[in-house]
């Protein structure tokens, strides 16, 4: 990450979403989560996440203890383990990620 977005991205973890949004878009609204087997490009497109569908919860629910401050390859053996999007997305805390289509996460985002 670039030094200025580091800052910000600091700063925006220290004082929450709302300074996050006034600090001016130091973190994209949606992104692209990189695959670890790309082999397997040609199963389905890749996996977005969406900052923004996930705007009620703080920084902190997710950084850094989830996901680090960069992009980092997961697969869904990971989250069937409860890890990354699967610590929320187990049926309990929120919908299940075999409860939703392919599409909600696969393809052109939102
Ligand atoms: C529900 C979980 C979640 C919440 C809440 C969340 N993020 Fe993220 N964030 C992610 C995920 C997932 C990634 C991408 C990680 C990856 O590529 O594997 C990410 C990536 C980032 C990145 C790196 C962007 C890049 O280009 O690589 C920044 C900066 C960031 N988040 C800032 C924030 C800030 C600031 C907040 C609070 C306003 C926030 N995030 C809230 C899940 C979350
Ligand atoms: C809740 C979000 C979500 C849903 C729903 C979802 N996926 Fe994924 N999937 C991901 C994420 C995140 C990754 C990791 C990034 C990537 O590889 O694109 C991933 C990765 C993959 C991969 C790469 C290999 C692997 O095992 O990780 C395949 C293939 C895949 N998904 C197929 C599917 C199919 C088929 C469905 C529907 C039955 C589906 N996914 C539903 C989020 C989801
Ligand atoms: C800290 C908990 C948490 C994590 C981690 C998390 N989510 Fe979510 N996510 C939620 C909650 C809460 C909702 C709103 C829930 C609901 O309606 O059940 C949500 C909603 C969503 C939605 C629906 C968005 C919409 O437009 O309605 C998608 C798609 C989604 N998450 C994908 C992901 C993916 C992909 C990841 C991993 C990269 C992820 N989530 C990680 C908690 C989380």
């Given amino acids: ?3 200025r977005g580091r800052l910000l991205f600091v700063l925006a973890l220290a004082l929450g979403p709302p300074a996050a949004l006034a ?3 130091a ?3 949606t992104l692209r989560i990189p695959r670890r087997e790309p082999a ?3 199963a389905v497109p890749a996996a977005w996440f969406s900052h923004r569908a ?3 919860l703080g920084c902190y629910s997710c950084h850094p203890s989830v996901f680090p401050q960069a992009p980092l390859a997961f697969t869904h053996e990971d989250m069937r383990a409860g890890r990354y999007c699967g610590s929320c997305h187990d049926g309990a ?3 299940a ?4 289509a392919c599409g909600g996460c696969h393809g052109t985002l939102h």
């Fill in 1 to 3: 990450m670039r030094r």
């Fill in 27 to 29: 973190f994209p609204a």
């Fill in 93 to 95: 805390r929120a919908f």
């Fill in 97 to 100: 990620i075999t409860a939703v």
């Fill in 54 to 56: 996930h705007g009620a």
């Fill in 23 to 25: 600090l001016g878009a």
């Fill in 40 to 42: 397997s490009a040609l």
